[in-house]
């Protein structure tokens, strides 16, 4: 049983350019987060799938962020000219539906963006 | 934004000695839940506990739940140096929200030998 995935683990990148990171969450869980992450802070939320709708939007999720689960499955999280504030770890997560365990989420290793 | 502050923000202990972390929130809750991060890595859950419980235990670990005080308590006892990492709380909503988890500032510990 293979657990949440993200891919990269490490991103640089300059002032301006986009981005995208990808998740791959524990096969049949139906929901999928995305949080973000600063150095000394705890994670924040900035969006959620339940299955491929996004039912959520934090808003720290600004006009240049996007995130998509076309099939239900994987998830991209993708961000336009970034700023050097978007420097920090993105952290996917996955969980259940429909039982107690719901609750629970399961965390994958995060993407640290550096943006110079 | 943060739910809440956790207390103490660092936590140095030796090995073999009890660590107690706690956790204050600010609104009406579902549940509470103490996760695990290593440096620089994902987080690792490693208990919940609802709003209707009181205390609960998982191996070395105790939590509690206050309420009426909106705060929380995570003792893990018999520490050791793999137990060093930064340890969250994280609150969910009573409803709606999709049970997405508000994390605290979080505390790091340190267990030496």
């Known amino acids: 049983d293979t657990g949440v995935s993200q891919d990269p683990r490490h991103k640089i990148t300059k002032r301006g350019q986009n981005v995208t990171f990808r998740c791959d969450p524990i096969s049949e869980h139906n929901r999928l987060y995305w949080y973000r992450q600063t150095l000394g802070q705890g994670p924040e939320f900035l969006t959620y799938?339940?299955?491929?709708?996004?039912?959520?939007k934090s808003r720290l999720l600004s006009d240049r962020f996007s995130a998509e689960r076309p099939k239900g499955s994987f998830s991209t999280l993708e961000i336009q000219r970034t700023e050097q504030g978007d420097s920090a770890m993105y952290l996917c997560?996955?969980?259940?539906?429909?039982?107690?365990?719901?609750?629970?989420?399961?965390f994958g290793p995060g993407t640290r963006l550096t943006v110079l | 934004s943060q739910q809440g502050e956790e207390d103490p923000q660092a936590l140095s202990i030796q090995e073999g000695e009890n660590a107690t972390m706690n956790c204050s929130y600010k609104?009406?809750?579902?549940?509470l839940q103490w996760y695990r991060q290593n440096s620089g890595r994902g987080l690792v859950h490693l208990i919940l506990i609802r709003s209707n419980e009181r205390e609960k235990h998982s191996g070395r670990l105790r939590v509690t739940l206050d309420t009426s005080k909106k705060s929380s308590s995570l003792l893990i006892t018999a520490s050791r140096a793999a137990d060093t990492a930064s340890y969250f709380c994280a609150t969910v909503l009573p409803t709606g929200g999709g049970n997405k988890l508000t994390f605290g500032t979080g505390t790091q510990l340190k267990v030496e030998l």
């Open positions: 799938f339940q299955n491929e709708a996004q039912l959520e």
């Open positions: 609104t009406s809750i579902n549940n």
């Open positions: 997560a996955s969980s259940p539906l429909g039982s107690a365990s719901t609750d629970t989420q399961y």
